[in-house]
């Protein structure tokens, strides 16, 4: 029973930065492996990036690699997105999701967040 609460979404400027957070409430011991995922308008879900319960793996879609990083913070039960260099096709709602594994995000078994908009202008 894991909820979860992204943060930190809203509008900026193409070029520009911003940072999303993902607290989670619940009875969990935090031994998830953590993720974030994004729909845009008349495209399917894809996945960001992803990090391991230990924070020593993590991994993105190539279209994000050198801009975004994903981080944790397993005390403060938190997941973060820095997002930097942002583009008008970096516009979606972007979803946090705990997975019940350690290691490996699949978004097939987990949980998920109601989702944050993120919005860049030209």
């Known amino acids: 029973q894991v909820q979860l609460v992204e943060s930190g979404g809203g509008l900026v400027q193409a070029g520009g930065s911003l940072r999303l957070s993902c607290a989670a409430s619940?009875?969990?011991?935090?031994?998830?492996?953590m993720g974030w995922f994004r729909q845009a308008p008349g495209k399917e879900r894809e996945f960001v990036a992803g990090?391991?319960?230990?924070?020593?793996?993590?991994y993105y879609t190539d279209s994000v690699k050198g801009r975004f990083t994903i981080s944790r913070d397993n005390a403060k039960k938190t997941v973060y997105l820095q997002m930097n260099s942002l583009k008008p096709e970096d516009t979606a709602v972007y979803y946090c999701?705990?997975?019940?594994?350690?290691?490996?995000?699949?978004?097939?078994?987990?949980?998920w967040g109601q989702g944050t908009q993120v919005t860049v202008s030209s």
């Open positions: 619940g009875r969990t011991s935090w031994q998830h492996a």
């Open positions: 999701y705990a997975d019940i594994g350690e290691t490996v995000v699949t978004g097939t078994n987990g949980y």
């Open positions: 990090i391991s319960w230990s924070g020593g793996t993590t």
